[in-house]
């Protein structure tokens, strides 16, 4: 019997109006959390950090795997018992998307489709229900519409979507929860690292974050927060961010929000690794600079002594761009990384010029100023 889904069938009490009959709305409060005033927002100044917006969409999923219709509320606090899975075993992912308004007044969002497909991969790994590219699309398009007003004008920030997925049912053995929460928040956001401005951060010898055949190719919420401690104090020294190697300390994996890409002599250095997260941007990267920029373009296991100008590479020195890539992170140009106690810049120490073009391309489709000739882009209409 589906007895943990059950808790979520009967009304949350709210005095919201008419209760909807789901699930979702069973475990919100709805108007439970106060909606950050937009008249209190100063685009301009606008960061990476929390605004409460108006409305969140939801849905959930019983034993049976199933998903109810979606349904927006007024945003509020969810409901969940203390032995709720994703609590006590960390069954919990999310994704990460953006809302732009365009240089033509219309809002797109990018590549949501891929997002979807990429929940649905980790939802495997993590035995929970995965919604259907259909029910994510609409969950995700129906929050972005009941929060317009949260949308950054056109060159001040994006609206940043975070679908979470969640097992929500009740265990104490360590073991899959019968119960699957899928939700959706959004809020306005700035620039996450220092935008088209370089920044230095550093390769951490000590702290690897994903295991070699774990789940670091999975968005799971428990792969950031084993990063809190190691990031802050690299941010403590100044820098931006940590460079994260492989097991061995041979191969780069990734920034801890980031992918990672190196430029030698015209050439395109996409690390890859299996136990890395699978980034959008970065196949929208890869596909830019060899299909519009006609570059040649690496994706293979990229050695820090390549990165770095070190041993089998010392004749051909550091390289000569480097830059992380991701949803929030956008396109940050590198340039510098420390490793152990010394210091190696990438070219001038600028941002680069075929990193300067492959930003240009990306956010000129996000924003309709260049055509989207890969099908990458949706209308909120
Ligand atoms: N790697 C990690 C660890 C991330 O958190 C992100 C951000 O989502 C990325 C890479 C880049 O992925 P995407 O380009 O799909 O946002
Ligand atoms: C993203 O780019 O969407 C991320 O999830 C990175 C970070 C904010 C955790």
Same mark, same amino acid.
């Given at each position: 019997?589906?007895?943990?889904?059950?808790?979520?069938?009967?009304?949350?009490?709210?005095?919201?109006?008419?209760?909807?009959?789901?699930?979702?709305?069973?475990?919100?409060?709805?108007?439970?959390?106060?909606?950050?005033?937009?008249?209190?927002?100063?685009?301009?100044?606008?960061?990476?950090?929390?605004?409460?917006?108006?409305?969140?969409?939801?849905?959930?999923?019983?034993?049976?795997?199933?998903?109810?219709?979606?349904?927006?509320?007024?945003?509020?606090?969810?409901?969940?018992?203390?032995?709720?899975?994703?609590?006590?075993?960390?069954?919990?992912?999310?994704?990460?998307?953006?809302?732009?308004?365009?240089?033509?007044?219309?809002?797109?969002?990018?590549?949501?489709?891929?997002?979807?497909?990429?929940?649905?991969?980790?939802?495997?790994?993590?035995?929970? %229900?995965?919604?259907?590219?259909?029910?994510? #699309?609409?969950?995700?398009?129906?929050? =972005? /519409? @009941?929060?317009?007003? &949260?949308? +950054?004008?056109?060159?001040?920030?994006?609206?940043?979507?975070?679908?979470?997925?969640?097992?929500?049912?009740?265990?104490?053995?360590?073991?899959?929860?019968?119960?699957?929460?899928?939700?959706?928040?959004?809020?306005?956001?700035?620039?996450?690292?220092?935008?088209?401005?370089?920044?230095?951060?550093? %390769?951490?010898?000590?702290?690897?974050?994903? #295991?070699?055949?774990?789940?670091?190719? =999975? /968005? @799971?919420?428990?792969? &950031?927060? +084993?990063?809190?401690?190691?990031?802050?104090?690299?941010?403590?020294?100044?820098?931006?961010?940590?460079?994260?190697?492989?097991?061995?300390?041979?191969?780069?994996?990734?920034?801890?929000?980031?992918?990672?890409?190196?430029?030698?002599?015209?050439?395109?250095?996409?690390?890859?690794?299996?136990?890395?997260?699978?980034?959008?941007?970065?196949?929208?990267?890869?596909?830019?600079?060899?299909?519009?920029?006609?570059?040649?373009?690496?994706?293979?296991?990229?050695?820090?002594?390549?990165?770095?100008?070190?041993?089998?590479?010392?004749?051909?020195?550091?390289?000569?761009?480097?830059?992380?890539?991701?949803?929030?992170?956008?396109?940050?140009?590198?340039?510098?990384?420390?490793?152990?106690?010394?210091?190696?810049?990438?070219?001038?120490?600028?941002?680069?010029?075929?990193?300067?073009?492959?930003?240009?391309?990306?956010?000129?489709?996000?924003?309709?100023?260049?055509?989207?000739?890969?099908?990458?882009?949706?209308?909120?209409?």
């Amino acid at each position: 019997m589906d007895t943990h889904a059950q808790q979520y069938n009967r009304p949350s009490g709210s005095p919201s109006g008419a209760f909807s009959g789901s699930r979702f709305e069973a475990m919100m409060i709805p108007g439970s959390l106060e909606p950050t005033p937009v008249t209190s927002l100063q685009w301009e100044k606008i960061g990476f950090s929390v605004v409460v917006a108006s409305h969140m969409g939801g849905s959930v999923a019983g034993a049976d795997g199933v998903f109810e219709a979606p349904v927006v509320l007024p945003s509020g606090v969810l409901r969940m018992p203390p032995q709720a899975c994703a609590l006590n075993y960390g069954q919990a992912l999310f994704e990460g998307m953006k809302a732009r308004r365009g240089v033509d007044g219309k809002i797109r969002l990018f590549r949501m489709a891929d997002n979807a497909m990429r929940m649905s991969r980790g939802a495997g790994r993590f035995m929970m %229900a995965a919604p259907s590219p259909e029910l994510y #699309a609409r969950t995700v398009l129906e929050t =972005v /519409k @009941a929060n317009l007003e &949260y949308v +950054p004008p056109e060159g001040k920030g994006s609206l940043y979507i975070r679908p979470l997925l969640a097992g929500v049912g009740m265990t104490l053995a360590p073991a899959a929860s019968d119960t699957t929460l899928f939700m959706v928040y959004v809020q306005p956001v700035g620039s996450y690292f220092k935008g088209l401005s370089c920044i230095a951060i550093k %390769a951490d010898a000590d702290y690897h974050r994903a #295991a070699a055949r774990g789940t670091g190719w =999975v /968005k @799971a919420a428990g792969n &950031y927060a +084993p990063c809190f401690m190691p990031v802050k104090k690299a941010k403590a020294d100044g820098f931006a961010d940590i460079l994260f190697l492989d097991h061995e300390g041979r191969h780069v994996e990734e920034v801890g929000s980031a992918n990672f890409a190196m430029v030698k002599k015209g050439t395109l250095y996409v690390a890859d690794s299996p136990s890395i997260l699978g980034g959008i941007t970065r196949d929208s990267v890869m596909r830019v600079a060899r299909e519009a920029l006609g570059v040649k373009v690496v994706f293979a296991p990229l050695e820090l002594d390549k990165v770095l100008g070190l041993g089998a590479y010392a004749k051909q020195g550091p390289a000569d761009e480097a830059f992380c890539m991701g949803t929030a992170a956008v396109i940050s140009p590198i340039g510098s990384l420390r490793w152990k106690d010394a210091d190696f810049t990438f070219g001038k120490g600028e941002t680069g010029p075929l990193t300067a073009s492959i930003y240009e391309k990306i956010d000129g489709i996000q924003i309709g100023r260049l055509p989207d000739t890969y099908g990458w882009t949706t209308v909120v209409d």
